[in-house]
């Protein structure tokens, strides 16, 4: 029995250690974020509380000078088109593969299969030079198409689903005379929504967590994402930490409001991205 | 996550529409819609995937700079130059610290996965604790923890607490900067390792345990013989997502040092390359064999772990 007992202790000890180790980096930058330029120049401990614990100055700081409102607004357009080009390419791909047998059919398949294992940073080498003869560079269509284009792991997803869609379905409706696009439209698709869910979670999250895309092709100051923007926090802000650490705050906050709300589909979502 | 039932009846339904006679044209509309479906993705699957990769190993065997309108052909120098230049090979050793970190890593996540599975309090509290650093910004995390590691930062004043004083630069020499960006790399994706082994394990049938239970197994037991088996799939995908992860690490390093203090890793290297002393021959060189070094190691993996998330793919086939 006390055997039992330390052994529970020690399971108990080691998670609040994680917590620990997890949390603490985190709330020193915000507790950094709180305090006063003359507190910080007093040399004041990383882990002190702040004089104000109100004292929002270095948001206001970090959002007007750092640009965020502007970073925060690309972001969004970014958002909106990768996510929306992704959930159309992906089911569209998902219902030809899975519905219709047709010559080089497995072909296809074995093209976003093999895709699948390439890293995406090692091509980006040649891939700059194809989206600049596009003419894509600096511009928010660089990182817009790169999102939607590359992204096998939403085709997986969608692909179980369309799986499970029973085709009977699709029988019937071709009877009272639906041709291929009405049955993807009307039929597979408002089916899809579970995944479409997924797909937006899991794709919202990480494009707007990208940094390497935005960097390498929208190096303008305008087009500043909120990576890139935060990044450049480097530079003017030197020594600032606590307007850097105002930034980073400001830019984990949407996310972890984010995980609050949705918790569940997080972990299912990467669980089906990550297992494919 | 698909069973075998489902993708026969697929192949069953698809059969008689098939084999129906029908009119020319209609025959041939039937045959190129699934191609209208597939036309946008494909375009840019060949655009931004195959047309780069093919373009690469073009360009790997010249001395193109990306500007100009000249280049030379050069044969196997690039590829000579990377494995001979030392220099340009040694930040492969980079890499050994972050795949000694994985080891860390995926042991430490299993290790969680595993109590976390069984009834504990706080459960879903610990769960989102340990897997939402996954979810933060890259940017931010290096911010966070060039703050945490700074003369005086969180770091110092934590072992101030303890006691502890050391004036030492954490980041100031290359192992122990290697070891502390390493370190911020376990802390990043610990999270996800450790969901993924807790979705397999509760995968599990329960009524494994409670037979094992009757069976005088204790706790080690069952994870080695109940556990363990159940979740080889995902411990196996693990494992190749760290070894092609280790290979290819960039954001934390460039983010945190920008790859001074010898924390250059082959991508920063080859990024640089590329983009900043304009050596797009060499560069292409360099990421090619990045390229077959990550599909060797997968190629490996599915050899020596057959039955493993790929069977999933293989009836996509």
């Known amino acids: ?114 895709a699948a294992l390439v890293p995406g940073v090692t091509t980006q080498v040649a891939t700059f030079q194809i989206v600049n003869s596009f003419g894509m560079f600096d511009s928010l269509w660089a990182p817009i198409a790169l999102y939607m284009g590359t992204d096998i792991v939403s085709i997986y997803i969608f692909l179980q689903f369309v799986r499970s869609i029973p085709t009977s379905l699709d029988e019937a409706a071709r009877l009272d005379g639906a041709n291929a696009f009405t049955i993807y439209r009307r039929i597979i698709f408002p089916l899809l929504k579970p995944a479409v869910a997924t797909v937006v979670i899991v794709k919202g999250i990480t494009t707007y967590n990208d940094f390497y895309i935005p960097f390498l092709y929208m190096p303008s100051e305008d087009l500043g994402v909120i990576s890139t923007s935060l990044f450049r926090f480097k530079g003017p802000f030197g020594a600032h930490w606590e307007t850097i650490s105002a930034g980073a705050i400001l830019v984990i906050l949407p996310t972890l409001i984010a995980f609050l709300c949705l918790q569940r589909y997080i972990y299912n979502g990467f669980t089906r991205g990550a297992t494919r | 996550m698909t069973s075998t039932t489902e993708t026969a009846a697929v192949k069953a339904a698809a059969g008689p529409g098939a084999a129906a006679p029908a009119p020319r044209r209609a025959r041939l509309w039937r045959g190129a819609t699934p191609w209208l479906f597939l036309l946008a993705p494909l375009a840019f699957l060949i655009v931004f995937t195959y047309a780069p990769i093919a373009n690469m190993v073009a360009y790997s065997f010249t001395d193109w700079d990306g500007v100009s309108p000249e280049l030379r052909y050069t044969g196997a120098e690039n590829y000579a130059e990377l494995l001979t230049r030392p220099d340009l090979f040694e930040v492969f050793w980079v890499s050994g610290y972050y795949l000694a970190a994985s080891v860390v890593q995926i042991v430490a996540a299993l290790y969680f996965a595993t109590i976390l599975s069984f009834n504990v309090r706080f459960r879903n509290f610990f769960k989102g604790v340990l897997f939402f650093p996954y979810l933060i910004n890259g940017v931010a995390i290096g911010f966070v923890f060039l703050y945490f590691f700074q003369d005086g930062g969180t770091l110092d004043s934590v072992l101030s607490l303890f006691g502890v004083e050391t004036d030492r630069a954490w980041l100031g020499t290359p192992e122990s900067a290697n070891t502390s960006l390493a370190a911020v790399s376990v802390w990043r994706y610990l999270g996800l390792n450790f969901v993924l082994f807790l979705g397999a394990i509760q995968s599990i049938p329960g009524e494994l345990y409670e037979a094992a239970e009757l069976d005088g197994a204790n706790r080690w037991h069952q994870f080695r013989h109940i556990i363990a088996p159940g979740i080889k799939p995902v411990l196996s995908l693990t494992v190749i997502l760290s070894i092609s992860g280790s290979l290819s690490v960039f954001e934390i390093p460039y983010i945190m040092t920008g790859g001074a203090t010898g924390t250059e890793t082959f991508v920063i290297q080859t990024v640089k390359l590329a983009f900043q002393f304009n050596k797009t021959g060499l560069a292409s060189a360099a990421a090619i064999v990045l390229l077959l070094i990550v599909l060797a190691v997968t190629w490996v993996q599915r050899r020596l772990v057959p039955d493993s998330a790929d069977d999933k793919r293989m009836d996509l086939a």
Not at chain 1, 55 to 72: E, I, K, P
């Open chain 1, 1 to 114: 029995m006390t055997r039992r007992a330390v052994a529970r202790a020690l399971v108990y000890l080691s998670l609040i250690a994680a917590t620990v180790v997890v949390l603490l980096p985190l709330a020193a930058v915000l507790l950094t974020s709180l305090k006063s330029e003359r507190e910080m120049a007093d040399g004041s401990e990383a882990l002190a509380l702040p004089d104000d614990l109100l004292n929002f100055q270095n948001y206001v700081t970090a959002f007007q000078d750092g640009r965020m409102l502007s970073a925060f607004a690309n972001t969004a357009v970014i958002l909106l088109f990768a996510i929306g080009g992704t959930v159309l390419i992906g089911s569209m791909t998902a219902y030809a593969i899975d519905r219709f047998t047709f010559r080089f059919r497995k072909l296809v398949v074995a093209l976003f299969l093999v």
